[in-house]
C-alpha cells in the first residue's frame, strides 16, 4: 500500500467539497461530522470537477447539469453507477488515502471527459 497524505483533517470544514488529486485522478473530499468520504472528483455525466458543485442536504449538485450524489456513498439518483469512494483514514492529524487503490481503479475506469 503507498500511503498519500491529503489534507490537515483540522483544516477540512464541515460539508466544504474540497478537490485533491492523487497520481494524476480527481478526488473529491467532503468532511461531515467525524466522518470523510475521498470520492472520484469528476461528474459522471460529462466529467465536471465536483467539487465546484454545491451542497444541498446529504448529495453534492453539480454546478453543470444539477446530477445529484450522495456524498456519504457517492450514489447517484441518476441512472448511473456510484461514484467511487476510496478507503481514507485520518493518521497523524492528516486524511491519507492509499494511492494504489486510486491508481488501480483509475487504470479500469479511464475519465473519458476532461473538462
Ligand atoms: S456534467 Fe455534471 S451534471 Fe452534467
Redesign the pocket.
Known amino acids: 500500500m503507498k500511503k498519500i497524505k491529503l489534507y490537515p483533517w483540522a483544516e477540512l470544514e464541515q460539508r466544504v467539497p474540497v478537490q485533491a488529486v492523487v497520481e494524476g485522478t480527481d478526488l473529491m473530499i467532503i468532511r461531515y461530522g467525524e466522518e470523510v468520504s475521498v470520492l472520484y472528483g469528476r461528474?459522471l455525466?460529462?466529467?465536471?470537477l465536483l467539487a465546484n458543485g454545491v451542497i444541498v442536504g446529504k448529495k453534492v449538485v453539480?454546478n453543470?447539469?444539477?446530477?445529484e450524489f450522495r456524498y456519504d456513498t457517492g450514489e447517484s439518483g441518476q441512472r448511473c453507477p456510484a461514484l467511487k469512494k476510496f478507503k481514507a483514514w485520518i493518521e497523524e492529524g492528516y486524511l491519507w488515502v492509499d494511492a494504489d487503490e486510486v491508481v488501480s481503479w483509475s487504470e479500469q475506469n479511464p475519465e473519458p471527459y476532461q473538462v
Open positions: 461528474c455525466h460529462r466529467g465536471v453539480c453543470w447539469h444539477g446530477w
